[in-house]
């Protein structure tokens, strides 16, 4: 099965994207690490590969990188096929989450490296310049164990983009550093990509950072790419299950299709849901007859005491009893047990409005129509959900 995934855009039009035919990797013990894969990723885009270990993402990485020999298909930069070249011959060059940094060498002397090896002559200058785009100038003279994991980080894409690649590739970049640091190096990274212009595809598990950074998200599962987007429209209308609960949390409750409709002027699919009528969305729904799962974000139900009013007009129900509560700060996470038994996620930010909602309290709670989105019923309800 191929899944076909195409990018395009009216700077990469005739440029030098990335682009991957057919491309498959199959071990000896007959395991297929990545399903025959069409993709094409335009040049000077910030790309994301998403999804949990063991999806392909890394291993598509690598073939990229010349450090896998794929099974089948190719890998091109606009017309040069690369597929078989060396890693060092290709216009190709990694960050992997571990820097391998030279400790022995000061920052300028690390960030110089790639030159020197290929004979460089004239290298203060494009070492300096190169410093002062990832901010390190300061630095220039010390050693990588003198320097903050975030730093060092920096000296590493320093080093990589010195080079002038035409691709960089990011392994889980910023996997070793603390929350803090990784948030920061986030913004860090997108400032750089765009201001250097150059291709980067950043792989990576962290659902957060993909969005964060990327301008296009391709999240793979299995070997295949699930779903392609970017951040808004994969977080807002995901077109399976897997993608709905790994790309942020979900509320999947079962449903049957009753038909089209029009609402506010908008066409929707009516769904029965537990014996009250919803409405979808009909470009968020991705099935169109019989059973469906209805899918809305925590953050986008709205509860409050039995009894109070809600502004979300079309879907409200009644009868829901709160069973946990998690007060994090800036919004608190409420589990709530519905009429039916089914158990919900709904997060309030904390604006000062109402205070914080005890288990045992009893609720309504509700959402705006054009929040939901329907997925087909022979998804696994729980895929996508870490720990599964």
Known sequence: MSQVSELSSPAATGSRDLTLSQLEKTYANGFTAV?????VVPQGSFFALLGPSGCGKTTTLRMVAGLEIPTAGSISIGNADITYDKPYKRPV??????????PHLSIRENVAFGLKRRGVKQI???VTDMLE??????????????????????????????????????????GALDLKLRRGMQMELKRIQTEVGLTFVHVTHD???????ADTIAVMNAGRI????????????PATTFVANFLGQSNLIKGVILGEDTLAGQPV?????????????RDRAHVS??????????????VAPAGESLDAPGNHFTGGTVVDTSFIGVSTQYVIRTAWGQEIGAFEQNTGARGVMAPGTPVDFSWRPEFAFLLPPDQDATAGIEGE
């Open 289 to 302: 007859s019989g059973a469906g799962w209805i899918g809305i974000r925590p953050e986008k139900v709205l």
């Open 124 to 126: 203060a200058k494009p």
């Open 269 to 281: 699919v009516k769904v029965d849901m537990q014996g009250t009528t919803v409405s979808v969305p």
């Open 35 to 39: 399903h025959p894969l069409d993709l």
């Open 226 to 237: 699930e779903q392609m987007g970017s951040p808004t429209e994969l977080y807002e209308n």
């Open 93 to 102: 060059n990694t960050v992997f989450q571990n820097y391998a940094l030279f």
């Open 207 to 213: 659902q957060e950072e993909a969005m964060t950074m």
């Open 133 to 174: 785009l990832v901010e390190l100038s300061a630095q220039a003279d010390k050693r990588p164990t003198q320097l903050s994991g975030g730093q060092q980080q920096r000296v590493a894409l320093a080093r990589a983009l010195i080079n002038e690649p035409e691709v960089l590739l990011l392994d889980e970049p910023l």
